[in-house]
């Protein structure tokens, strides 16, 4: 239904942008606070079978946050797995920063 489309358009553009604005060096605070918010989302994502799916995505592959691009390129390969699952193209996760901070070089 559109609004599980708008719902994960409005989400990914967060969950992305906070990828973008992540320390290069987080503290083990920030890392905490990722990773917390990723399994609060995981359990509060109001799409149910979305939510399901992501909460065994996190238990096969858990957050990875020490750094700005370790977390970006994780949150891509979480992005590409429901692309995947919904027959969307996969995203080059080299490209992630390009298209979430410093924009297209083109
Ligand atoms: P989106 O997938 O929303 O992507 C938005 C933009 O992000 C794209 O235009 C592209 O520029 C960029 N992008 C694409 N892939 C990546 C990537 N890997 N890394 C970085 N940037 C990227 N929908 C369902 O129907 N079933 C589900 O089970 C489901 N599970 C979801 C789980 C989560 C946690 C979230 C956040 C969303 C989920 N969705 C699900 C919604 C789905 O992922 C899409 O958001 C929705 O279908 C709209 O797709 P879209 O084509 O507009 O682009």
């Keep these: 239904p559109a609004d599980v489309e708008t719902l994960g358009r409005g989400t990914w553009t967060l969950l992305?942008?906070?990828a973008a604005q992540y320390p290069?060096?987080?503290t083990l605070g920030q890392q905490a606070d990722?990773?917390?918010f990723i399994g609060s989302l995981s359990r509060l994502y109001p799409c149910w079978v979305c939510a399901e799916d992501f909460q065994k995505f996190l238990a096969k592959s858990p957050v990875l946050a020490t750094s700005r691009d370790e977390f970006g390129r994780w949150?891509?390969?979480a992005h590409n797995e429901v692309n995947e699952k919904l027959g969307k193209p996969?995203?080059?996760c080299?490209?992630?920063?390009e298209r979430w901070r410093?924009?297209?070089k083109d």
């Design 16 to 18: 992305h942008t906070i």
């Design 24 to 26: 290069t060096q987080p």
């Design 34 to 36: 990722v990773r917390g």
């Design 75 to 77: 949150l891509c390969a």
């Design 90 to 92: 996969q995203f080059d």
């Design 94 to 97: 080299n490209l992630w920063e």
């Design 102 to 104: 410093t924009g297209w």
